[in-house]
Nanobody, 125 residues
Framework: VQLQASGGGLVQAGGSLRLSCAGS????????MGWFRQAPGKEREFVAG????????DYADSVKGRFTISRDNANKMLYLQMNSLKPEDTAVYYC???????????????????WGQGTLVTVSS
């Protein structure tokens, strides 16, 4: 499975961005997927996750109510709609796929088997 994230950019606080993650491989639709982010000098952290069929989602408390994760298995796409962005949301965002646990998105980075290259989101104050 190969993943490619896109959609990052520079946005003012309060603005919105939509990240996309294009996947390849026949098993894409069978995998739980997640979005993570890493700010300079910080560890990679969980942002949002989604079950293989989109039936279960999970969000970090810091983004709950502002971000929405979704997926389109027919087109092998994962999305992260980010609204009401804050300067503290500034980070490189990564999409990831979990081969072993399709029913429940995990919050720990090491549980994920495949990673995209990351896309930079910068929120100015």
């Amino acid at each position: 499975v190969q993943l490619q994230a896109s959609g990052g950019g520079l946005v003012q606080a309060g603005g919105s961005l939509r990240l996309s993650c294009a996947g390849s491989g026949q098993i894409f639709g069978n995998l739980a997927m997640g979005w993570f982010r890493q700010a300079p000098g910080k560890e990679r952290e969980f942002v949002a996750g989604i079950r293989w069929n989109g039936g279960n989602t999970d969000y970090a408390d810091s983004v709950k109510g502002r971000f929405t994760i979704s997926r389109d298995n027919a087109n092998k796409m994962l999305y992260l709609q980010m609204n009401s962005l804050k300067p503290e949301d500034t980070a490189v965002y990564y999409c990831a796929a979990d081969l072993a646990r399709p029913w429940s998105p995990e919050r720990t980075p090491h549980e994920y088997d495949f990673w995209g290259q990351g896309t930079l989101v910068t929120v100015s104050s």
